[in-house]
């Protein structure tokens, strides 16, 4: 049944590589090749990315020297700087700084982390590391992206409106974004904010059910589960995840459009603001806060899986063993999907929720730790008694392992209901979330671009650069949130446009000003990657076939791949894909491609049955 | 200042540390041929993880060390003593895990750092080891889960009947708060009733609201439980009291509470923090809008003495807002008068 498949695409992919010309529209724009696809994800995803940095770079300024005259900044955001008349001293909008601080949440979590992260290394990774010749649909995948580069072209927009991009942080709590009258950003801002992110989730969904179709459907023959290299193991459960989540966000924000602007009672109750008591009643904003964390929380493995997968391979191969511990790689990562589900009230301990409810999230919150702890220390023996190579991928994912360690670990504080009470909502969240989710998640998507940039784009990108890079990147993340977590367990508040009110929060003006120095100077470093990212892909030094000795599909396929993927046939898979080091072997790394039949030296006694068999099979096709 | 210029010096620092590098790297090119180039990098990048290892270890520690007085607030009531114990409790738990997991990664990188004479050892699983550190951590994290469950439950179960009733609303962008006076009793509320002078939306249909005050700033009894009854007018608001160790959500349609006991007055504090202008405070942790930074109000904790003393000294709402009267059923005038200690204040002195 599969192999007839399999001869059909085949067939395919032939006639669409050799027969007809693209044009250039339908080859780089709405293209239906996955690769494209892919490049188009990351490329959007880089632009986000910048973005949403430099968003941060400005409001931290703001936190890092509150006193500041800030007029020179009034070139960019205008009348968001308030310029003194007197003095000619210029502050950044209070109500702006919200802006900026809730469309970082957003561009970082929503377009970078998921799009960016998901949408490029599902895309790019998935058809060629199972052996498909594309995704199982190519139109869908093709609307994916445009879905959410709309969706994207309307978050843009909404910086350009008068009133501002919404300002109720990402996680838009209700009334303050049901009401325009609450701030300036729940109005117009709000509505964009809405309806881009209603795209996103059309976008993410069409992502989502093509890559969990193209796993189970198109592997190639001899690719069963239990030979898939991990990174197609976390998108699978990723796309699992954001498909069983993502529709509840959209009824959110449904129910949100309803309140704003049908009139309906789903999340107000009870409201007197701007001299009039309004007339619903009976709503409740807690409704919405568990309807936002049961897609909010998965989103946090929906960011951070993708990632954990993309370094399962880079420091198996560039440890040069095979990953430890890789059915246990696989049942924490599903004991996660499984449990990132039923954890979500654990960002509502405060919130009014009844303490008893606090008491079962919170249990269930601290049994994901235990999963979590288990690819930590895997990962380590991986690097055990390794002989390992540092290419920037592998550096970032060595850093990545250190941010989920350390990021992880502040989660056990967080989780627990009763430190809960003091922490929440301080920056202690911050530097935790920041560390395990944000960071952690952007060297697994920067480790993933330095891994397969020779498969994406036939050429290196610089090593040199990138090792520049990534000490950079590391260090300065570091100095930016290590010294957060002081700032936090001091109680200072989230979301604080500036401390000199409270006596409490005024302790630390230093080592908030340092923080932003070291955030400046991490967000300056990241230019050292674009640079190195665009010059490479026109200049970069040509690629060999597999760069970094590994056994996975995808260096198989030509330098430069075609529509298609494979020029022949698609090739068998007879193993693994961590055969590095085996004992008895010619070279450190048998491809997956490999049958057991030529290794003889290096077949364990279970392989060497195997062996057996293989050839039976062949023997049987070829009768065929 | 001082911080900025040790902040400074780690940035130069870095740039040194680039420059080395640098050198490292020319020196590896001048020397000789392209493979012998990388594998001098990637010595180069081995040592740079030891030495990460060893100059943030030595960083993290220096300023956990040297921030400690200032990130380590005092607390005041008597369950933040015991969420402020079971918080280095964990910090020591997951502090050994950090330590140990961050050593392990920055050596093993170093340490195992290609070598083309090596061959990396073929070590796929080994089932007793993944068995032990999967019950560890569940053994672990079990009992951190039994300790905080215990302390929440504490914390959360129905507050004494002695308890000190307060009231606290957040507003777009200020707290009230609202004592219920000589009867001990907060009166009832509707949103529909609120205006500009009655910000709580009293109803005064209710006597027990007649005697109810409505003061600038917070007291509290040391020693005495207080039970803040938390509500919100417009948008979400969090009622945060950092050293007291309070955080509850304030909720349009949705009243919530939190009780604790305060264990120092301001008075002590002062004394103890050697900051005569010491101050507790009541900050918002919710996001609310613009204002959000400056919802500020001052929190005074007095001796019993002194906190009774300050209450009878409190005029209540309907006699600062006498034209509100109006608003009392007319069978309750009297009594309201009376309650509230308007025209005669001899009368009201004796009802209290």
């Known amino acids: ?624 | 200042m001082q911080n900025l210029l040790i902040g400074a010096s780690v940035v130069v620092a870095l740039l040194v540390l680039f420059m080395v590098y640098k050198l490292a790297t020319l020196i590896h090119v001048a020397k000789g041929s392209k493979t012998d180039e990388d594998a001098g990098s990637n010595t180069v990048n081995g040592y740079l993880m030891l030495a990460f290892l060893i100059i943030g270890g030595i960083a993290a520690t220096w300023s956990a060390m040297s921030y400690f007085d200032l990130y380590n607030i005092p607390v005041a009531s008597e369950h933040g003593v015991k969420t402020d114990k079971m918080f280095w409790v964990t910090m020591l738990i997951t502090g050994l895990a950090f330590v140990i997991t961050n050593v392990l990664l920055f050596y093993f990188a170093f340490r195992y750092r290609y070598n083309k004479n090596n061959t990396a050892t073929y070590y796929p699983d080994n089932s007793k080891l993944e068995m032990a550190w999967t019950v560890i951590p569940a053994v672990v994290l079990t009992i951190l889960i039994g300790y905080g469950l215990k302390l929440w439950n504490n914390i959360t179960d129905v507050a004494p009947k002695e308890a000190e009733v307060i009231e606290i609303m957040g507003a777009q962008f200020a707290w009230r708060v609202r004592y219920p006076g000589a009867d001990n009793k907060l009166g009832k509320y509707d949103y529909r009733k609120i205006d500009d002078s009655n910000a709580f939306g009293m109803d005064l249909s209710d006597k027990n609201s007649h005697d109810d005050f409505v003061p600038r700033e917070i007291h509290f009894p040391v020693n005495k439980p207080v039970l803040l009854k938390i509500r919100a007018r417009d948008v979400l608001h969090s009622v945060y009291m950092p050293h007291f160790r309070v955080k509850m959500d304030a909720v349009p349609g949705m009243p919530t509470q939190f009780w604790f006991v305060p264990k120092k007055t301001t008075e002590d504090m002062r004394k103890e923090t050697g900051n005569p202008d010491f101050n507790y405070e009541l900050a918002c942790a919710e996001i609310c809008g613009k204002g959000h930074f400056s919802m500020r109000m001052l929190i005074v904790v007095d001796t019993p003495e002194e906190y009774e003393a300050w209450k009878k000294k409190q005029k209540t709402w309907l006699a600062q807002n006498p034209e509100y009267l109006a608003q009392v059923p007319e069978e309750l005038k009297e009594v309201a008068m009376l309650s509230a200690g308007i025209e005669n204040n001899e009368s009201n002195d004796s009802s209290l």
């Open chain 1, 1 to 624: 049944m599969s192999t007839a498949h399999v001869d059909l695409t085949d067939e395919m992919g032939h006639e669409d590589h050799g027969h007809h010309e693209q044009g250039f529209v339908s080859k780089y724009i709405f293209s239906t090749d996955h690769k494209i696809i892919a490049k188009q994800f990351l490329i959007s995803g880089i632009v986000w990315a910048l973005i949403g940095g430099l968003l941060s770079v400005i409001f931290r300024l703001q936190l890092g020297f509150p006193d500041m005259d800030m007029s020179w900044l009034s070139p960019l955001l205008g009348k968001w700087i308030n310029i003194d008349p007197g003095t000619g001293v210029g502050k950044l909008d209070t109500g702006f700084y919200l802006a900026l601080v809730t469309m970082h949440g957003t561009i970082m979590v929503f377009f970078v982390l998921t799009a960016g992260l998901s949408g490029t290394f599902s895309n790019f990774l998935i058809p060629l590391q199972i052996g498909a010749r594309d995704m199982a649909s190519g139109f869908m995948n093709m609307l994916s992206y445009w879905f959410f580069f709309l969706s994207s072209v309307i978050m843009f927009i909404s910086f350009f409106i008068s009133t501002g991009p919404a300002s109720g942080s990402w996680v838009i709590y209700p009334p303050l974004s049901a009401l325009p009258q609450a701030m300036e950003g729940s109005g117009l801002g709000m509505t964009l904010w809405l309806v881009a992110m209603a795209l996103f989730i059309v976008s993410t969904l069409l992502g989502g059910i093509n890559y969990i179709a193209t796993v189970i459907n198109m592997r190639t023959e001899g690719m069963s589960f239990t030979k898939l290299p991990l990174t197609i193991w976390a998108f699978f459960l990723t796309a699992i995840i954001g498909l069983l989540s993502f529709p509840v966000l959209l009824s959110a924000a449904l129910l949100l459009i309803l309140d704003r602007s049908f009139g309906t009672s789903f999340y107000l109750s009870e409201i007197y603001i701007g001299g009039e008591a309004l007339p619903n009643m009976g709503g409740s904003p807690i409704l919405f806060q568990h309807l936002f964390w049961f897609l909010g929380h998965p989103e946090v493995y929906i960011v951070l899986l993708p990632s954990l997968g993309i370094t399962s391979e880079i420091i198996s191969t560039n440890s040069r063993k095979p990953i430890f511990g890789y059915k246990a790689m696989i049942g924490s990562m599903m004991g996660i999907a499984i449990l990132s589900f039923v954890v979500w009230a654990h960002h509502m301990f405060v919130t009014g929720m009844n303490p008893f409810a606090g008491s079962i999230f919170m249990i269930l919150t601290l049994i994901i730790a235990v999963p979590s702890a288990i690819k930590s220390f895997n990962y380590l023996t991986t690097l055990w008694k390794g002989n390992i190579i540092f290419t920037p991928a592998m550096l970032f994912s060595i850093g990545l392992v250190s941010f989920f360690i350390s990021g992880g670990i502040t989660g056990i504080f967080l989780g627990n209901a009763a430190l809960d009470i003091q922490l929440h909502d301080t920056y202690f969240v911050v530097a935790h979330f920041h560390l395990v989710m944000g960071s952690a998640a952007f060297f697994g998507m920067l480790a993933g671009v330095y891994h397969w940039f020779p498969k994406m784009f036939g050429r290196m990108m610089d090593r040199k650069l990138g090792y520049v890079h990534f000490w950079l990147s590391f260090i300065g993340i570091y100095l930016i949130f290590f010294p957060m977590h002081y700032i936090g367990i001091a109680g200072y508040p989230r979301r604080y446009y500036s401390f000199t009110n409270f006596d409490t929060f005024s302790t630390f003006a230093d080592l908030n000003s340092f923080i932003s120095l070291a955030a400046i100077a991490t967000f300056i470093a990241q230019l050292i990657f674009v640079f190195n990212f665009f010059y490479s892909i026109f200049r970069g030094k040509k690629a060999t076939q597999n760069p970094w000795k590994s056994n996975t599909l995808e260096w198989t396929t030509p330098i430069n791949p075609g529509h298609g993927n494979w020029p022949g046939a698609i090739p068998k898979v007879y193993r693994w894909p961590y055969d590095y080091s085996k004992p008895g072997a010619k070279d450190d790394f048998i491809p997956q491609t490999v049958p057991y039949a030529e290794t003889p030296e290096s077949n364990l006694p279970h392989e060497q049955e195997l062996a057996g068999l293989e050839s039976n099979n062949d023997n049987a096709i070829k009768v065929d």
